[in-house]
């Protein structure tokens, strides 16, 4: 028995030929392709990430004009923009470094810039420029308007007349509060971002949000060992069930004795804020709101000390009456 076997078809050989896959870098894609359809599309954190990756892109990142865009689209009322501002400006401000040195060199100009969004939507941005060298700033109590005291902004805001008003303005009501040297080219957001406070005062009908930043000088015992810059917005004017309008925006600063400082005294807790640690941008509300109750804490424990103080001296005082008027009275007595 025989098998045949068919040989294989040899007239053409099939053949396959895999071509190598291209392997592509970030840095073979042109700088000016980068820069016009990729890093202007970020936001300011992921551009921070973004420049971290390489030398290339941290060169590209570094642009005057992406920092000037990304400062602007956050902060309006900013007419300019660095990337140091918004490290300085987007988180929160913790408090003094550990061994720096105290600065005694004060600004002798800041400018505000301010911005208030409701829902997401701008309703107020203004920047003011303050001079601080004259000796009645230095002496006068600390404050900065944003409004004259006849001027108001009309806002979105419902005035419904009852309390839903402030609890609608403490979850939908942001503020920030940008504090520029423009001399050595320091900032500082003195704002908690949202609200840390809301509330109707009993005889305007106005209504009061309170956003603040507390700082920690590093004066341990004394009533200046945390301040508050404590921003006020007050909204009003609007009838019952029509829209409120921004009447004041203003900044102080506040002791643990419940004193407002002076501007001398203001300005070396500025440059604490401009010199200090910067926090976690991620959580500002809850930072900010904890703070600022911790030091409302601290202020009530120093209040009741003060008072127990001022309990026993008294209480010395109507001691020492007492025996001098027995003493008076034995020796009359006794003559």
Known sequence: MSIYTQPPCSSSTATTTVEPSIATSISTIHPDILQAHILNRLDGLSLVSTACTSTELNSLASQQDLWTNICHSIWPSTNTGWRSLFSECFPLTTGPRVNSPRDHDHPSELISAVDIHYKNKLIFSKDVETETSSSWFLCSPFRIDMLDPKDSCPTPIPNSGSEETCRDLAGDLSLSWILIDPTRLRSVNLSSHKPVSVQRHWLSGEV????????????????????????????????????????????????????????????????????????????????????????????????????KKEGALDMLCVSFGVMALVSLGLFLLLR
């Open 208 to 307: 009061h949000a309170r956003f603040a930043t507390v700082l920690a000088t590093g004066d341990r015992g004394s009533a200046s060992e945390s301040v508050q810059c404590g921003i006020v917005v007050t909204c009003g004017g609007g009838a019952q069930g029509g829209e409120m309008h921004v009447r004041g925006v203003s900044l102080q600063v506040e002791d643990m004795d419940g004193v407002f400082l002076n501007g001398k005294a203001s300005l070396g807790v500025l440059n604490t804020g401009f010199e200090g640690k910067k926090g976690m941008s991620g959580r500002r509300e809850m930072e900010g709101r904890k703070r600022y109750e911790m030091f409302l804490e601290m202020k009530r424990e120093r209040r009741e000390r003060r008072l």
